[in-house]
């Protein structure tokens, strides 16, 4: 089955950091623009970040800019997103996915997607 793993999730105070990471499931992810997505209780899910194939074209959210830092190990297969200075809205379950960075952060256009990986930030 195709498919990603999300890692890294937890609780954390209000300006803590986390680092999240995706690794693919049955294919090789380096082949890929990976976007991070998520869903809050309630909420829609939404596009946080994205990364080109390379990793020389990145997305943020409005939401997480200058916050949030992704990253990608083609060598070693895994995306990463650095969380700083987390908020409680930032709360929420945590995807990774893989589709054309063109597209980023339409979530229609993504695949592969995982069960996610649960941030709580609260004090």
């Known amino acids: 089955q195709l498919q990603f793993v999300e890692s890294g999730g937890g609780s954390v105070q209000p300006g803590g950091s986390l680092r999240l990471a995706c690794a693919a499931s049955?294919?090789?992810?380096?082949?890929?623009?990976i976007g991070w997505f998520r869903q809050a209780p309630g909420k829609e899910r939404e596009g946080v970040s994205c990364?080109?194939?390379?990793?020389?074209?990145?997305y943020y959210a409005d939401s997480v800019k200058g916050r949030f830092v992704i990253s990608r190990d083609n060598t070693r297969g895994m995306v990463y997103l650095q969380m700083n200075s987390l908020k409680p809205e930032d709360t929420a379950i945590y995807y990774c996915?893989?589709?054309?960075?063109?597209?980023?952060?339409?979530?229609?256009?993504?695949?592969?997607w995982g069960q996610g990986t649960q941030v709580t930030v609260s004090s």
């Open positions: 049955g294919f090789t992810l380096r082949y890929y623009a």
């Open positions: 996915a893989a589709g054309p960075y063109s597209r980023c952060p339409d979530e229609t256009a993504y695949a592969y």
């Open positions: 990364i080109s194939s390379s990793g020389g074209s990145t």
